[in-house]
């Protein structure tokens, strides 16, 4: 059975009186294990469908489950990076990595273990003790993934979380991440409107367009991974 399942999915933003159609009858299923892209162009509703999966936004009609339960709220099973990462700028890496841990665990020694495991993983055990502002852009996209893996989560949902990279910090991301990913046996819903880093990353893609008249599609392509 499919991991994450979503069927006749419509998203309507509405506002005062202008409404936009973000998404139109989407129907995708993921499987367990699975690294899915999803590419398409801005607009096009793909961090909409994301956070709808993330259980971050309501969705106006069909259905979204993750292993047969409907997803309706957020919840630690479910990681989320963002494009924009959400760092805690007033916490050291650490400290940032440990944030989730905290909520779920009162094991200090536990938790002092897996954020060193994690932080080692990425290269990062020397900044430790760094805040967010003294770290490049890739090691602020490090903390971010190392974060949300940190939680454990069963399904990993990223949205563009190298966009603003320079190519070569983008490419050795890239390769941590499909490392980490490999490890892990998580699954993965990737947005990215970069079609290299999909064809890189995902054992699958799904492509969304930016149809005049609101209509969005998904069409899935396989891909054998290399
Ligand atoms: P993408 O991630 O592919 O760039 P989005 O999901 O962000 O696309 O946006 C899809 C459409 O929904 C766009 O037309 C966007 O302007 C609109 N939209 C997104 N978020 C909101 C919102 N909070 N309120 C109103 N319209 C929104
Ligand atoms: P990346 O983002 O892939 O780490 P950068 O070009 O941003 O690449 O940084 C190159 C290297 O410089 C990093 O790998 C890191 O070792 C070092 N570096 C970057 N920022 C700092 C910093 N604030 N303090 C110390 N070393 C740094």
């Known amino acids: 059975s499919p991991k994450i399942e979503i069927s006749d ?13 973000a998404l139109r009858d989407v129907s995708l299923d993921i499987k367990e294990g699975e690294f899915f892209s999803i590419i398409g162009p801005s607009g096009c509703g793909k961090s909409t469908l994301l956070h709808i999966i993330a259980g971050l936004v309501d ?16 919840s630690a099973e479910r990681g989320v990076v963002f494009q924009e990462l959400g760092l ?29 495991n994690y932080l080692s993983a990425v290269g990062l055990e020397k900044f430790k ?6 770290l490049s852009g890739g090691m602020k996209a490090r903390v971010a993934l ?12 990223m949205d563009e979380p190298f966009g603003g990279l320079d190519e070569i910090t983008k490419e050795i991301l890239q390769e ?33 367009t930016n149809r ?13 991974r290399p």
């Open 9 to 21: 999915l419509d998203k309507v933003y509405r506002q005062a009186e202008e409404e936009t159609v």
């Open 59 to 74: 969705k106006t009609n069909g259905e979204v489950k993750q292993d047969g339960e409907p997803i309706n709220k957020p």
């Open 88 to 116: 805690f700028p007033w916490m050291t890496v650490k400290e940032n990595v440990a944030y989730g841990l905290k909520l779920s665990n009162n094991d200090k020694k536990e938790i002092k273990r897996t954020v060193n």
């Open 129 to 134: 003790d760094s805040f967010i502002h003294q």
């Open 146 to 157: 190392v974060r949300s893996l940190a939680n454990d989560p069963k399904v990993l949902l």
């Open 176 to 208: 941590e991440l499909e490392r980490l990913w490999e490890d892990t046996e998580k699954t993965i819903i990737f947005i990215t409107h970069d079609i290299e880093e999909a064809t890189f990353l995902s054992d699958r893609i799904g492509v969304m």
């Open 212 to 224: 005049p008249g609101s209509f969005r599609d998904i069409s899935e392509v396989n891909l054998e």
